[in-house]
Nanobody, 122 residues
Framework: VQLQASGGGLVQAGGSLRLSCAVSGRTFGSYNMGWFRQAPGKEREFVGGIRWRGSRTYGADSVKGRFTIFRDNAKKTVYLQMSSLKPEDTAVYYC????????????????WGPGTLVTVSS
């Protein structure tokens, strides 16, 4: 299984951005997916996850109500829709996959993508 995140870039505060994570492999539909981020000089942070059935969980309170995770199993892609972006959302965003886990502990995920940089200017 290989993951490739894309969609990062520079955006002004208050703007929106949609990240995509394309997954190779025939069994994407059975994988749970997670989004993480890591800001410069900070620990990796769980943004949210989505189970293969579609139920979601979100991490930090700071993203709740602003970020939405959804998936398209036919396209083997999971998305992170981000709105009302703030400078503190600046980070490298990673997607991860696991057949049985979708929570906040990044050590539980079997597969990781290389990340995409999101920069939010004030």
């Amino acid at each position: 299984v290989q993951l490739q995140a894309s969609g990062g870039g520079l955006v002004q505060a208050g703007g929106s951005l949609r990240l995509s994570c394309a997954v190779s492999g025939r069994t994407f539909g059975s994988y749970n997916m997670g989004w993480f981020r890591q800001a410069p000089g900070k620990e990796r942070e769980f943004v949210g996850g989505i189970r293969w059935r579609g139920s979601r969980t979100y991490g930090a309170d700071s993203v709740k109500g602003r970020f939405t995770i959804f998936r398209d199993n036919a396209k083997k892609t999971v998305y992170l829709q981000m709105s009302s972006l703030k400078p503190e959302d600046t980070a490298v965003y990673y997607c991860a996959a696991d057949p049985s886990f979708y929570g906040a502990d990044g050590r539980e995920y079997d597969y990781w993508g290389p990340g995409t940089l999101v920069t939010v200017s004030s």
